[in-house]
């Protein structure tokens, strides 16, 4: 390999950040360097966790000390030395945490050249003055609506709200605002003090009794005598008895919206928010800006209708203002001479940035679509697309798998815009599974041999075609062609879910059949409407017809109020549900937000552990039930960090940094526990062993060994026991979900739903991905997966191709079959990447 086509090299010397066995290369600077490797292999580490975080300290050592305590530092890495290494920018991969009031147009920059087109371009009504930039914004007081302050929607809470059934008596909850615990009964015996009725139906009491005990401010504190009548309770005032406790009362409605305001619980958050009744402000009919921001127009259109169109209708709206051909441009000319240049300077500006967004497969967001409500691959590319239009030069950009979520199709739109941020003079450090972004780069490094600590190896470093002959390398393989590509024949269905009249995004008035008792593929390019249909609409209907839930207990972060969530308009399942009885949706959603949340709690393979220490001898001598080995008991855990091994260190103007608890050394258990052994190992050692590692130690304990077994088959044997859920990655956490799931005893008759399973995963792992799938299919139950991965769509029994496009272009089935003839259907932007496979 010519090392002489390369600007120069970044020199790694000792990096041993988590996984990685004492690591030395040297990578090509303004170069597409891609890290390869199975899940777990430690590239993340060498990309992120060492070279990212290095130019990150090294930048953060040039700002004040009162500057960086701002930013969000990472760790410093665990490296010898580096050289060679310019400024690094990150584009993440990031799962949740934005705000709901940021959106595509914030995050891209459109709006702020959309609201100075408006202010500086815009046709105002006669006689109204100049409206500011901040003016056509939402988020601002100059421009929020003044009935809804931004929120495009009015919230009242209501006695109907408050109270669905009028004839229950309060003692009978009718008030069902307030909480059904003791706070409410707390309430109940305010008012029995105050001398209110608590036993006649709530429609029979005076209306000004029930407005009082609704909607009153006042909080007056009365004493309480809980289970005597309201007689009894004024002689007892009268004689001066001692109360059980002095009680405030709150009102029904401003405890709502107390609890609204204050609580950090999303759950009590949306408990509470039922009892808000929504609906559109009637002044800016759901536009969120106040009456004289939504009077100036420009192309016929307020700035809340052009920020509502697709990004490829903004293009078409704007090219021709960029070209100076607008009929509109006529009118200005001769009214406002000095508005022609804004509009044409703007416009331009607009295009070049649209073009980028556009080229890299996101023409069907609009500028007001809020940035959680983007998969994560969105949300990423709409970040490239910002950088690539920043024209800097001599940084390197790392990036986290960028072509998540991406239909092949899509890919290459982001190899061009990668190409152009390289042309640019910059250099890219890329982790990335995909084969065909692999193929693109100058050059490869890839980690290994396998996972955790049998990885952390640097198997080979340099141009593609070399990577040929390194033997212990699983990427050399599928880069290649080297794998098995036998199809296996096609599964018959047991039936069909058939779903008519489905309106939801993009999908308007669809039929389909899912197949039942099969592993079903539904494919189609990025936008196309996949996900409305099966992680939505599906999971909806489905959910509804066997009357659960199908939301997890996991909180969220967005605000019930705020978020404006797209409801399925239409939609229903013909005929019997037959053949399924539960409902699963594996999803990547964290474990647990703590890391007292880890692979052994979850799994339930914890429990079984902690019932082995408890039957030893000197566990028994000593009484300690399974309970004593818990670090979330006050009885077993340390009393100094209470249970989570890490003390939090306070620095004035620096970040706050965790550091091992002093006292137990980080194990997290009090002296007398660890005293407890089995095998020579007490519990905090059996939880720093890897999967692979207790899978050996646990040889004899059928419980144990089989829950190990699963974890090991879905690729995972490389984590440790009680490895915190705050370190897995999305792919990680999902595969965990579906070892807990392959654990259970299996009656068939589930229905398991998985949006982009392969996520992450090297095609290794999609190997081992793919056999589960099919050992649940195996035993009764019916699999419907969202993928781009062609080996799963090619390894599946049917195939349900949305699309043909993205956005208002997708929405549509275009075909359905088995996976050989999806690969010949002409309209498929799926069938020539199968047919590939297939060739």
Known sequence: ???????????????????????????????????????????????????????????LESVSPYARRLFNQMAIPEVDEIDGLPPAVALQQQRGGTSTRSTVGSVTTL????????????????????????????????????????????????????????????????????PSAWQGQNQRDILTTLGYDLDIPWKDLPKKDRDWILFTEDQP?????????????????KDKRQPDYMGTFTGARRYVRHTFANTQSALMKKRVSQYMLSSECPLCQGKRLRPESLGVKFAGCDIAELSALPLKKLKRIFAPYAAGSATGLKKMEHDHPEKVVVAKRIASDLISRLDVILDLGLGYLTIERSTPTLSPGELQRLRLATQVRSNLFGVVYVLDEPSAGLHPADTAALLKALDRLKASGNSLFVVEHEIDVIRHADWIVDVGPAAGEKGGEVLYSGAPEGLRNIRQSLTRRYLYGETDRAVPKPRQASGVLRLVSVSRNNLVDLDVNFPLGVLTSVTGVSGSGKSSLVSQVLVDLVSERLGISAETAEETDSDPLTSGEVQTTSGRINGEL??????????????????????????????????????????????????RFSFNVVKGRCPHCQGEGLVMVELLFLPSVYSPCPTCKGSRYNPKTLEVLYKGKNIAEVLALTVDEAAVFFGGEDAISRALAVVQEVGLGYLRLGQPATELSGGEAQR??????????????????????????????????????NRLVDAGNTVILVEHDMQVIAGSDWVIDIGPGAGDEGGRIVAQGPPQEIAEAEESRTAPYLKKLFA
Not at 112 to 134: C, F, T, W
């Open 578 to 627: 037959k053949n399924i009885r539960r409902l699963v949706v594996v999803d990547q959603k964290p474990i647990g937000r703590t890391p007292r949340s880890n692979l052994a709690t979850y799994t339930g393979l914890f429990d079984h552990v902690r019932k082995l220490f408890a039957t030893t001898p000197l566990a028994r001598s000593r009484k300690y039930d399974a309970g």
């Open 1 to 59: 390999m010519d090392k002489n086509k390369f600007a120069g090299f970044v020199s790694i010397k000792g990096a041993r950040e988590h996984n990685l066995k004492n690591v030395s290369l040297q990578i090509p600077r303004d170069a597409l360097v891609v890290f390869t490797g199975v899940s777990g292999s430690g590239k993340s580490s060498l990309a992120f966790g060492t070279l990212y975080a290095e130019a990150q300290r090294r930048y």
């Open 221 to 237: 504190v009365v004493p309480v005598y809980s289970g005597y009548t309201h007689e009894e309770i004024q002689r007892f005032i």
């Open 111 to 178: 709006s702020n050249l959309l609201r100075m087109l408006y202010s500086r371009a815009g046709d105002y009504p006669p006689g109204q003055s100049i409206i500011y930039a901040e003016g056509f914004s939402a988020n601002t007081p100059e421009g929020a609506c003044p009935e809804c302050h931004g929120l495009g929607r009015i919230y009242e809470i209501t006695e109907q709200s408050m109270v669905p059934d009028d004839t229950l008596s309060i003692r009978q909850k009718a008030i069902a605002a307030w």
């Open 736 to 773: 965990i979900k579906l070892a807990t799931e392959l654990q259970r005893a299996q009656h068939g008759q589930t229905l398991y739903v998985l949006d982009e399973p392969t996520t992450g995963l090297h095609p290794a792992d999609v190997e081992r991905l793919l056999l589960q799938l």
